[in-house]
């Protein structure tokens, strides 16, 4: 059974930055798109970022480009989310999620929190 845990999340004042932390295990997460959602208070859950097989490619939203990194390392089945530059409309909960032909994951997300 496939498992995600995000960690990282914490409230921060804008201008600073943030790392999460995707630890994944239980699937085949090389052969895995792995995506960073967000979800903030009365809105829907929206793509933040996601990279595909060996990152080959990423993708941005564009509220989020220039300021967040995706990244992953494959040999410690791990997906990060670099947040620099935050702003109080990057205030949501942050879940992971990983997507291949046989499953579709989520984590249980992490709270960021941007206040000044």
């Known amino acids: 059974q496939g498992q995600l845990v995000e960690s990282g999340g914490g409230l921060v004042q804008p201008g600073e930055s943030l790392r999460l932390t995707c630890a994944a295990s239980g699937f085949a997460f090389i052969y895995s798109r792995m995506s960073w959602y967000r979800q903030a208070p009365g809105k829907e859950r929206e793509s933040v970022a996601s990279?595909?097989?060996?990152?080959?490619?990423?993708a941005y939203a564009d509220s989020v480009k220039g300021r967040f990194t995706i990244s992953r390392d494959d040999f410690e089945n791990a997906v990060y989310l670099q947040m620099n530059d935050l702003k109080p409309e990057d205030t949501a909960v942050y879940y992971c999620?990983?997507?291949?032909?046989?499953?579709?994951?989520w984590g249980q997300g992490t709270q960021v929190t941007v206040s000044p």
């Open positions: 990279i595909t097989e060996r990152g080959e490619t990423v």
């Open positions: 999620n990983a997507h291949n032909h046989c499953a579709d994951y």
